[in-house]
């Protein structure tokens, strides 16, 4: 900023244009109280400025201009948003209607941001998509009783015990029970007629030899 003809009294303003200077002095000291008259472009200047100067009411100013300017173009409010550190305010949303417009990121637009922007933004698309589509086959008619049976076999019954059918006395079958000296002879009882079977085996063997 020349103060004079001569280049010792200048300030030089880094990382900042005249027209983006000249913006932000608009806001800074404009001629209207009542209103602010930029476009689009100089917000951003505006914006970019505060963000850099730390002028942190000219920059939420800057935002909540922009934020109408911006609502059509969800691309562009992402990556200023992310260029301006003005995430909380813009990147859901603009990732939101990025995610649910019916055209997926074209290349040029995917080269514009980072990578993790461009797989969360795909996945997302993937969830959406298969949720829209249930949701259209569920209103049509041919689908839709497929949808109601496939709910009610997942509802589980509260006490599943209790709905279980007891079986008829008839068809049960009753298993004797014995104390463990009944069950001794028993097992001594199946050992003695196993052997008498073999020896009775051999003995007929032999006879017929």
């Not at 990025?98 to 990578?115: G, S, Y």
């Not at 589509?133 to 949808?147: G, H, N, T």
Request: net charge neutral; with cysteine.
């Amino acid at each position: 900023i020349p103060s004079s003809k001569s280049l010792d009294d200048t300030f030089f303003l880094y990382g900042a244009s005249a027209p983006e200077f000249d913006a932000f002095l608009t806001v800074l000291l404009p001629n209207d109280y009542n209103g602010y008259v930029l476009t689009k472009e100089q917000w951003l200047s505006v914006l970019k400025l505060s963000t850099l100067w730390d002028f942190l009411t000219v920059r939420m100013l800057a935002i909540r201009h922009l934020t109408p300017l911006l609502k059509r173009v969800p691309l562009e409010r992402l990556i200023v948003a992310r260029t301006y550190n003005a995430r909380n305010e813009w990147t859901e949303s603009a990732i939101q209607e990025l995610v649910e417009r019916d055209e997926p990121l074209f290349m040029d637009e995917a080269a514009q941001l980072p990578w993790a922007y461009v797989v969360r933004i795909h996945q997302a698309r993937e969830v959406y998509a298969k949720a829209r589509m249930i949701k259209d086959l569920r209103k049509d008619p041919l689908f839709a009783k497929a949808f109601e049976e496939q709910e009610r076999s997942r509802v589980v019954p509260k006490n599943t015990h209790e709905e279980q059918p007891k079986p008829s006395p008839s068809a049960s079958l009753t298993v004797p029970q014995f104390d463990s000296f009944t069950g001794d002879c028993i097992c001594v009882c199946v050992i003695v007629g196993g052997l008498f079977v073999c020896l009775m085996g051999l003995a007929s063997g032999r006879i017929y030899q």
